[in-house]
């Protein structure tokens, strides 16, 4: 069966992008726009989702408050979420990973670096 992983960015530019990386390695994806329609998606469907890469900085709904929400559900709580997000400063990767996020990485994202991180969270 093909993995499914949300990918979650403001930018249409980083969604595109991201998007692109994902199908390479063979990866379904689904995007939404910010926290809110991100858990629009998962909620309002029966998807099996293997991972979600989420930005921070968006309207609405923010990363943080995302992956926080999600990890309340006992459905979600170890779901593999990665942020790729333009903060590179250290209290930013500690909110990350005290919100529940796996990995970290700075934009501009390396699609090589992505990669790396998903085979490793997918154990593929
Ligand atoms: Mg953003």
Do not use: C
Not at 22 to 46: F, N, R
Not at 71 to 97: A, N
Request: proline residues 4%.
């Amino acid at each position: 069966m093909t993995k499914k992983v949300l990918i979650v960015d403001d930018s249409e530019m980083i969604r595109n992008f991201h998007s692109y990386i994902l199908k390479t390695v063979g990866l379904e994806v689904i995007t939404a726009v910010d926290g809110a329609d991100a858990l629009e998606k998962i909620y309002g469907s029966s998807e099996q989702w293997a991972m979600a890469i989420t930005d921070i900085n968006m309207p609405n709904m923010d990363g943080y408050a995302f992956i926080e929400r999600l990890r309340e559900d006992p459905e979600y709580e170890d779901l593999p979420i990665v942020i790729v997000s333009t903060e590179d400063e250290l209290q930013d990767k500690e909110r990350g990973f005290a919100a529940g996020a796996n990995v970290y990485i700075v934009k501009p994202t390396d699609p090589e670096v992505l990669v790396e991180n998903i085979r490793m969270l997918l154990g593929a």
